[in-house]
């Protein structure tokens, strides 16, 4: 089921305990996995644009300052709770350096209906 953005950042409000901006900081940073360098601590919100659980990848879509659009890569492996992930659903994420040097969604979580 797809989740409205409004939705997600109230979650998220609540989950972190407090005010919300499009880009989150709940309070409590993720560990990143030992291949992968987190850039900054702050949780984002994103919609996971394709992923396919066969492969164990995807990307996700996210807002960047000046109202730009950016996809990240996402693998299984930095799923926190895996889920049956879907195209449409609503995450919050760390930006990190993966193992090839680009940019990677870690500590991807599922952000729950409001």
């Not at 291949?35 to 492969?55: C, H, M, P």
């Amino acid at each position: 089921m797809r989740k409205s953005i409004v939705a997600a950042v109230t979650a998220l409000a609540i989950a972190g305990g407090g005010a919300v901006t499009v880009v989150a900081t709940p309070g409590t940073a993720q560990a990143a996995p030992a291949s992968s360098k987190i850039k900054d601590k702050q949780r984002r919100l994103g919609e996971v644009y394709w992923y396919d659980a066969a492969k164990g990848f995807g990307y996700i879509t996210y807002r960047l300052a000046g109202g730009a659009y950016g996809n990240l890569f996402t693998h299984h492996s930095l799923i926190e709770k895996p889920w049956k992930m879907e195209q449409g659903d609503i995450v919050s994420f760390i930006i990190a350096k993966g193992p090839a040097g680009y940019d990677v969604a870690t500590g991807v979580k599922e952000i729950a209906d409001a």
